[in-house]
C-alpha cells in the first residue's frame, strides 16, 4: 500500500527551529518528487517545497532562506527543516507525492498532516 | 504567475443535487488541472487530474471538464460523504476552495 506518514510537529515559539520527517512505503522517494504542502488554519491549501528526483530542490518564496527540503534515501524518508519560524508559519504541514508528466502534475498520495503552533 | 480563480467560495445543496465548482485559469494552462476533495481534520484526496481523467477509485458520478480556461467539476448526484472542500490545483498554484454544505 503506498502511505505517508508524518511526524514532528508541535508547538514552538517565534524564531525556533523544527523538524518534520514523512516516512515513505510502497514507493521509492528518491525515484520520485517529493512535496510539501501546508494549511494554515482555517485557510486553503498552500505549496512549500518540492525535492526533485534529481535533488534539485524550490521553495515558495515566503520560506526560501529559512526552510530546507531533503530525503534520506537509506530510510525512505522526506524532511523538512524550518528554522526562524514566524508565527505565520502556523499550519498543518502535509507531505505528498508530485506526480510530474510533460503537460500534467498532480499531488497523490498526501500524508496525513502534522500540526506546527509558531506561538510564543 | 498564473493564478487559479475558484468559485463559489460556498455552496448549499442537497442530497441527490447535481452541483458544479468552477475554476478559471489566468491563462490557458492546456487542461494541466486536478481536483482535489477534503473534508475537515483529513488530507486532500485527489479525484481527478488532466481536467477530466478520473482518479482510480473515484465514484463515477465526478467529472470535469474545460473550455478555454474555465474548468469544471461536477457531481452528477449528490450523496452525503461529498459534502467537503474542494480545491482546483495548476502546478503549484490551487485554487481558494469550494466550500460544498448541506441545505
Known amino acids: ?120 | 504567475d498564473i493564478q487559479m480563480t475558484q468559485s463559489p467560495s460556498s455552496l448549499s445543496a442537497s442530497v441527490g443535487d447535481r452541483v458544479t465548482i468552477a475554476c478559471r485559469a489566468s491563462q490557458g494552462i492546456t487542461n494541466s488541472l486536478a481536483w482535489y476533495q477534503q473534508k475537515p481534520g483529513k488530507a486532500p484526496k485527489l479525484l481527478l487530474f488532466a481536467a477530466s481523467r478520473l482518479q482510480s477509485g473515484v465514484p463515477s458520478r465526478f467529472s470535469g471538464s474545460a473550455y478555454g480556461t474555465d474548468y469544471t467539476l461536477t457531481i452528477s448526484s449528490l450523496q452525503p460523504e461529498d459534502f467537503a472542500t474542494y480545491y482546483c490545483q495548476h502546478l503549484y498554484t490551487f485554487g481558494q476552495g469550494t466550500k460544498l454544505e448541506i441545505k
Open chain 1, 1 to 120: 500500500e503506498v502511505q505517508l506518514v508524518e511526524t514532528g510537529g508541535g508547538s514552538i515559539q517565534p524564531g525556533g527551529s523544527l523538524s518534520l520527517s514523512c516516512a515513505a512505503s510502497g514507493f521509492t522517494v528518491s525515484s520520485n518528487y517529493m512535496s510539501w504542502v501546508r494549511q494554515a488554519p482555517g485557510k486553503g491549501l498552500e505549496w512549500v517545497s518540492v525535492i526533485y528526483s534529481s535533488g534539485r530542490t524550490y521553495y515558495t518564496d515566503s520560506v526560501k532562506g529559512r526552510f530546507t527540503i531533503s530525503r534520506d534515501n537509506s530510510k525512505n524518508t522526506l524532511y523538512l527543516q524550518m528554522n526562524s519560524l514566524r508565527a505565520e508559519d502556523t499550519a498543518v504541514y502535509y507531505c505528498a507525492r508530485l506526480t510530474v508528466t510533460p503537460t500534467e502534475w498532480w499531488f497523490d498520495p498526501w500524508g496525513q498532516g502534522t500540526l506546527v503552533a509558531v506561538s510564543s
